[in-house]
Structure formats: C-alpha cells, structure tokens
C-alpha cells in the first residue's frame, strides 16, 4: 500500500511539473518583441492579441473563459491559445473571439446560451459559431456581432431586453450597424449615419432617452456619436467632435463629472478624447494626444493612480497609451511601443504579472 501511495505522489509530481512546463512553452512561443494590438477584459480575467495573430489569455478560468482546455482554474500569466485572430471581446464568463478570416469563435460559460453554439454546455477551447463576422461584444449573459453587411446578430440571455435576440443560436435583430457595446443591463449599436440606438434596461436613465422605460426594441439616443460603451448601469459615448459624455447610474463619480450618486441624462464630461472604456464601476478614457485618464470607484487600484482613492473626476494616469479596457475591479492597456500594461485587482492571476498581489499603479506585463 504505501508503494502504490509513494507511486501515485510521484505521478502527481510529475503532472504538476509537466502541467507549468505547458504554461511556461506556451508563454514563451511568441518573442517578447512582438507587440500587442488588441485587448478585452472580463470579470476576473484578460485576453490579448498580438500583432502576429496570436491570442493570449489569463486570470480566472472556471468556466473556460481562457479558452485553454481543462484542467487549470485559473493562470497568472499569458498563456497563447491560437493563432489567426484580430479582434477580441469578454464578459462574466464568456469569451469571442474573431479569426482574420471573419469567422468567430466562443468559449467559457454558458448557461444561457451565450456562445452561440446551440448548447447550454460550457467550452474550455474555441468553438466555432460562424462566418461573415466582422465586429463583436459580449456583456453579462449575451453577445452582439455585426456581419459584414452590418446585419446585427444577437444571444444568449434576454433579460430586461438588453438581447433582442435570445436563446442558443445568433438570431439577426437589425442592419445598417457598424460598433455595437453591451452589459449587464443594456445595449447600444451606432449605425453608419452616426445614429445612436440603444435597448434594454433602463432604471438608472443608462439608456440616455430621459426616460427609465425599459426598452425592448431600439430607440433613438441621438446622432453624430463614433464611439460608444457600456458600463454597470451607465454609459460613456465620443461624438464627433470629440467630446464626451456620460449618463445613467453616477455611483462613486463614475461618471466622472465631480459629483457622486443620482441617475443622469447624457452630460458632457470633456473634450479631445479619442477612446473610452466603462467598466463596472470605473471608467477610463484616452485623449487624443495619448494621455490616459480615470475616475470612478478604486477600491483595489483600478484607477492606476498610486491610491486606493475613488475620484469622480477624470484623473491624469500617464502619456503614450493608444487602448484601454476597463473591468470589473481591474484595467488593461496598450502603449504605442505594443507594450501591455495592467493595474487593479488581481484574485485570479488576471493582471498577468505572475502573482495575486493587487497593483494602484500600471504594471507592464512581458
């Protein structure tokens, strides 16, 4: 008996070892020289693109949202999952991810029918839903995608309407889209013309209609937007003439326009800036000459300002940023020299800096 124990520990021993030598190979295929194009944030987790198409993940992998296969909950560092890809989108659980050749892929969890494969079963590897795609978003329970005819698809949960579309399978719920962003509550699509259009949930204003009408088909915000992007009941949105503005739930100076709590209709925040990113309770946003900014909650430093300080207006964190994603408790970003950079909360490993330790100020990532 005890040489059967003594043999079944050396086993363990030796899968453990071989399960980080996996990890390590992985992370070291791709030259730390390439740099990064692409990234998306998720509850705990991170995904990113490199500019040779591969795509790398990390933080919490209970539901398969890294896409790695079974067997690791969780990785602290990059770990490559595939080759060909070009854009990237996360949520709760759930990831999408494009190929170059328009086809998409999902993994993670899926309860509600999220991935779009037509199951209600969980994948922990890419799997593929389609072709023809060309713009994606997941929020919560649900994913949008935009065809290359600027047809929108949608599914997954359809609670508060924020879906259109639900159930297993992409059902097509418009046309004429170019960006899409959705969250837990709601969902916008800006439409070739600059029309803003938005749908679901609507208590905390976050619709930006003036009402608290829940909406359940899409409905005019207004015109001239080019970007736009769901928070945790609320919204931030670019117009053209780079300004931005903000509406819907205002707790903890998310909003970023000096004041704490309330519900809002859109309000101009600021001037020349050319990226935004809202995230559960925080937001960031980047200014036309590369300078990143922040404001909302920072419990765990997910502002990257050096404190632990919630501020409810935009804070200057540094230059040389080209993108930004704000999640949950944590943030991502790109500098100009392809360099990746983290900061915020880190349970899971989902800073990517090979640790557990929570960061207030950015960190790169190698």
Same mark, same amino acid.
């Given at each position: ?235 931030? +949105?670019? %117009? =053209? /003439?780079?300004? !931005? *503005?903000?509406? @819907?739930? &205002?707790?903890?100076?998310? #909003?970023?326009? $000096? ?73 991502? +970003?790109? %500098? =100009? /020299?392809?360099? !990746? *950079?983290?900061? @915020?909360? &880190?349970?899971?490993?989902? #800073?990517?800096? $090979? ?12």
């Amino acid at each position: 008996m005890k040489k059967k124990i003594k043999i079944f520990a050396y086993r363990l021993f030796f899968l453990g070892v071989l399960s980080l030598v996996t990890i390590s190979c992985k992370e070291s295929i791709v030259p730390e020289s390439v740099p990064f194009t692409e990234i998306a944030i998720g509850e705990f987790y991170s995904l990113a693109i490199k500019s040779d198409g591969t795509l790398w993940a990390w933080g919490h992998n209970k539901y398969g949202q890294l896409g790695i296969g079974g067997g690791l909950d969780e990785a602290h560092i990059p770990v490559l999952i595939g080759n060909g890809y070009s854009a990237i989108a996360a949520s709760e659980f759930h990831s999408l991810a494009l190929k170059k050749d328009g086809t998409l892929w999902a993994f993670g969890g899926n309860n509600s029918g999220q991935l779009g494969d037509g199951t209600l079963v969980d994948k922990n590897i890419p799997v593929l839903i389609g072709t023809g795609y060309r713009t994606i978003a997941a929020g919560g329970r649900r994913s949008l995608a935009i065809k290359t005819d600027g047809s929108l698809w949608a599914w997954g949960d359809n609670e508060n309407g924020a879906q259109l579309g639900s159930g297993k399978y992409p059902v097509q719920v418009g046309e004429g889209y170019v960006k899409i962003a959705t969250s837990t509550t709601h969902s916008f699509g800006l439409k070739s013309d600059g029309t803003l259009w938005g749908w679901g949930g609507n208590g905390d204003r976050q619709l930006g209609d003036g009402t608290y009408i829940l909406k359940n088909t899409p409905v005019l915000i207004g015109s001239d937007y080019t970007m736009i992007s769901a928070g945790d009941r609320y919204t931030l +949105a670019l %117009k =053209a /003439d780079r300004t !931005l *503005w903000a509406w @819907g739930d &205002n707790s903890v100076g998310k #909003l970023g326009d $000096g004041t704490e709590g309330g519900n809002k209709q859109p309000t101009l925040i600021g001037a020349d800036y050319s990226v935004i990113s809202a995230g559960y309770a925080h937001s960031l946003g980047l200014k036309t000459d590369g300078t990143l900014y922040s404001w909302g909650y920072n419990f765990s430093g997910q502002l990257g300002d050096g404190t632990n300080v919630s501020k409810n207006l935009p804070t200057l964190i540094g230059p040389g940023y080209t993108a930004i994603a704000a999640g949950n408790y944590h943030s991502i +970003a790109l %500098k =100009a /020299d392809g360099t !990746l *950079w983290t900061w @915020g909360y &880190n349970s899971s490993g989902q #800073l990517g800096n $090979g640790t557990r330790v929570n960061m207030n100020m950015p960190v790169m990532i190698k």
